[in-house]
């Protein structure tokens, strides 16, 4: 793992040493932190920057039952003069030591660095050293780095005396802070894995952070739960006491609960607080780390731990029943085993955390209230599958959702239950339409349309009409959509009732602005976001937020798309919408691949591969970006891959109405100068947009075969205004309107169509871009056209490396396989840590990688097999 966010810290120190080497006299640094900080990793790195510079010398204190007396002295003595070591291996103070080794530091050519380790746990002699040394290093061309856990320090320790006595002048204090999550997010993406939940398990620690990463998710690591309880031991009985019941609350708990349950624990809550176990937030009690927490937990034997879970379950119900505390009775119940209790709070608790928009937390406790069902009428059994299904529908949970919603309506027809049952019908169109398409969302939107006609008008018919609006818009039907639409919002009005008005609104809208660029529809839409903002209607908002950005897309207002993104995914992210989260984030990666951004479309592609819950139509949409970014950037068997995913579309439709996989294969093929196979993938999916009337759809396919020389013969049909140009010859005025649009690729493309400053001005677009396979074709037009100094493209070494990588790419990547550091690298190739981390970003960017676990299975994928 890389060394992060100690820059600041590490220019200190440099200046410190560069100062000494100045004769500016030497200096006393304090490196403190807690536990797993990274105490050793900083001062090993800082030390072998400036190995060159300096000597070091390096000793350690441990933790033993009986420190060694001069510990750290020992581990250096084969390192210091015979008569010195002679000294040291003595194992007294009063034989001249101290001054012998402050000379000794006086009198070296280069500057000394003197470590000495985890001084919290010296003894009196290594601490008279220290206090020696610290009040005299001033006058030596040396560093004394002292490192030292600060949350081990209580108000006794007598570290603490020492270092209040050294001189202010001379002693810098370091403090390490704990990492940022951002920092966290990037070890994560390092090691290829997601970072949901990592920071606040770790809260950024991290010897945490990277013992986790290392370990299968869920499970805490051995070393961390070994450090952990090492520690714990080390408490007298009360304070371990103290850290059990603090332990078996998750996050944290009140400063009076604990004392309900132990008595008077004043003197065991400071051992635990000075010992940096607990940390103290107000009137609440917590451990520094979740992962520490969990640790102690789990380590309670069997009955102890029902027992304390029992007692706080007791304490917590003495207090009232109130909402606050029903997610922690539940908690608590189950881990007591106390079934009836869990039966009785489970579902009151479920409904306040959806109520609250803690949708991930109702789904869980909705499936632990079912798992104690048996004495349930199976109508209130259908109504807790109902509310399970819709947490789980928002969290991204689907395939768990339908699963709830046909027992819920097989449980409504035994019952008779038609309302009910006609409800279920339409949810189970909704899910699917995200799960698997059209074809199975029609059936279930046709039946629920069928059984709500048969009752009095109600408003779940108006939902049962909006989701035969989407089904027919899915289904490219949009005269039917609109049709159906228009029902929906006149039996909404009707009802007066306003949250199936802005459902059946943004189905409308979307069907209208799916072939025509309506200036009330996109007034209309606007609206029905306004609308249920104002109302807090949660999903309906989270829907308006998706097919605004979606039909923004689709008419390449990319500004606008990345502007509902933004406030889409931060609305969606803050209520646990996760499946309009994840929606969201493909269609960024889209935008930012139209707007030559890609790079960023990566790491949108990257975090979606770590997504824990996201549907099987995202998946497939998100591959089938990620091959089109890797076509444009000329990653090898790319076209297979894409008409691969063009041949699966009808089992899986791919419903992206703004990206298609036949115009991606018709790219392709004209990458690789394949007409035949231009025409052959494109025109079929002309006709279906023909009859659609899809203007951007159908103008992306019409200009491919134009390019291609296969334009049907007198083909004149309404197409998006920039293909228009090209298709009526007029390049320069196409290149200026998707530079207008802020679409360098698809610019540089119409330029191919120029003269020869156009060709070198779609050159640079396209090397800027990094599109090589588009890059190629400009230098052979150029060069068919005589033209002289044409720009150099890779190297004949890059264009046989089968991912068109440099030589110095090729050395990285290797390096990278052997999981190297990026300062071991830094080391093998005598280049900066900063080099090389410019060298490692940029090969992840051309590689369309998203981490370097991701780059490490792409190059050991298209390895060669080994001779035989």
Avoid at 51 to 72: I, K, S, V
Wanted: proline share 5%; aromatic share 6%.
């Amino acid at each position: 793992m890389d060394l992060l966010e100690r820059e600041s810290q590490l220019a200190r120190l440099g200046a410190l040493l560069t100062a000494t080497e100045r004769g500016e006299g030497g200096a006393c640094v304090l490196v403190s932190g807690e536990a797993g900080i990274g105490k050793t990793s900083f001062v090993r790195h800082f030390t072998d920057l400036h190995r060159e510079r300096c000597e070091l010398l390096w000793g350690a204190c441990e933790a033993l039952f009986t420190p060694r007396p001069l510990g750290p002295l020992a581990d250096i003595a084969d390192a210091l003069p015979p008569a010195l070591a002679a000294r040291v291996h003595e194992g007294h103070t009063h034989n001249g030591l101290f001054p012998a080794l402050l000379a000794l530091l006086r009198d070296r050519k280069k500057p000394v660095v003197l470590v000495l380790e985890d001084v919290h746990w010296a003894d009196g002699a290594t601490l008279d050293l220290t206090k020696y040394l610290g009040r005299r290093v001033h006058a030596a061309p040396a560093l004394l780095i002292l490192t030292f856990r600060d949350d081990e320090l209580g108000l006794e320790h007598p570290l603490r005396k020492v270092l209040g006595e050294l001189p202010a002048d001379s002693t810098h204090r370091l403090p390490l802070p704990l990492l940022s999550e951002h920092a966290v997010e990037h070890l994560a993406k390092q090691a290829g894995r997601s970072s949901r939940g990592l920071f606040r398990a770790t809260d950024g620690n991290p010897f945490f952070v990277t013992e986790a990463l290392e370990s299968d998710p869920g499970e805490i690591p051995s070393s961390v739960r070994d450090a952990v309880l090492a520690r714990i031991a080390g408490l007298s009985t009360p304070a371990r006491e103290v850290a059990e019941v603090v332990s078996i609350a998750p996050s944290r708990v009140e400063r009076v609960l604990v004392k309900t349950l132990l008595g008077s624990v004043a003197t065991a809550l400071d051992e635990c607080l000075d010992r940096g176990v607990l940390r103290a937030e107000g009137g609440w009690l917590a451990f520094r780390h979740e992962l520490a927490r969990q640790s102690v937990e789990q380590s309670l034997p069997p009955g102890r731990f029902i027992t304390r879970h029992a007692e706080m379950f007791r304490a917590l119900r003495g207090r009232g029943e109130g909402t606050a505390e029903l997610s922690r009775l539940v908690h608590h119940a189950e881990r007591a085993g106390l079934v009836s209790e869990v039966a009785r709070l489970a579902p009151v608790a479920a409904a306040g955390a959806a109520k609250a928009s803690a949708h991930r937390e109702a789904a869980a406790l909705y499936a632990l209230a079912l798992q104690h069902t048996d004495g349930l009428e199976p109508r209130q059994r259908a109504e807790l599958l109902e509310a399970r299904a819709h947490s789980c529908a928002l969290t991204n949970l689907l395939d768990q959702a339908i699963d709830a919603r046909l027992a819920a309506l097989s449980l409504r027809r035994q019952l008779g239950d038609s309302l009910a049952e006609g409800i279920n019908l339409r949810w189970l169109a909704h899910l699917y339409r995200f799960h698997t398409g059209e074809l199975a969302s029609l059936t279930y939107a046709r039946a629920a349309v069928q059984v709500l006609e048969t009752l009095p008008p109600q408003r779940e018919l108006a939902f049962a009409y909006t989701a035969m609006t989407w089904t027919s818009t899915l289904g490219e039907t949009p005269a039917a959509a609109v049709t159906w639409g228009d029902r929906a919002v006149a039996l909404a009005e009707q009802l007066d009732d306003a949250e199936a008005l802005a459902a059946a609104l943004n189905a409308r809208c979307s069907a209208r602005l799916r072939t025509h660029d309506d200036p009330v529809a996109w007034a209309e839409l606007k609206g029905c976001l306004a609308l249920a903002l104002e109302n807090k209607f949660e999903e309906p908002a989270a829907r308006a937020f998706m097919s605004l950005m979606t039909l923004a897309l689709m008419h390449r207002q990319l500004q606008a798309a990345l502007d509902y993104a933004q406030q889409g995914i931060a609305y969606c992210a803050g209520r646990d919408l996760d499946l309009y989260t994840a929606r969201l984030y493909v269609r960024r990666a889209f935008a930012y691949i139209e707007l030559g951004r890609w790079q960023e479309a990566a790491s949108d592609l990257a975090e979606l591969d770590h997504a824990s819950t996201i549907t099987p139509l995202e998946r497939e949409t998100s591959r089938f970006l990620r091959a089109v970014l890797n076509l444009r950037r000329g990653q090898p068997d790319v076209t297979a891959a894409l008409q691969q995913l063009h041949d699966s579309a009808p089992r899986l439709p791919l419903y992206s109405w703004y990206a298609r996989p036949a115009n991606a294969c018709a790219e392709a093929a004209w990458l690789q100068g394949d007409s035949d196979a231009v025409e052959r993938v494109a025109n079929p999916a002309l006709a279906a947009a023909i009859g659609l009337g899809e203007p951007w759809r159908l103008g992306e396919l019409a200009v491919w075969l134009k390019r291609a020389g296969r334009l049907p013969y007198g083909f004149d049909h309404p197409v998006a205004h920039p293909h228009a140009l090209e298709l009526a010859g007029d390049w320069r005025a196409a290149a200026a309107e998707w530079n207008r649009l802020g679409c360098p690729y698809e610019q540089g493309l119409a330029m191919l169509a120029g003269d020869e400053a156009a060709l070198r001005g779609a050159l640079r677009i396209f090397d800027a871009l990094g599109a090589a396979p588009a890059a190629t074709i400009v230098r052979q037009r150029l060069h068919a056209l005589g033209a002289r100094d044409v720009q150099r493209g890779p190297q004949p070494r890059t264009r046989t490396d089968p991912h068109g990588l440099t030589r110095r790419e090729r050395e990285i990547l290797d390096l990278l396989v052997q999981r190297l550091s990026n300062r071991a690298i830094a080391r093998k190739l005598h280049r900066s840590e900063r080099t090389v981390e410019h060298h490692v970003s940029a090969l992840l960017g051309k590689l369309g990688a998203g981490s370097r676990a991701e780059v490490i299975g792409l190059a050991q994928r298209s390895a060669p097999a080994p001779r035989k």
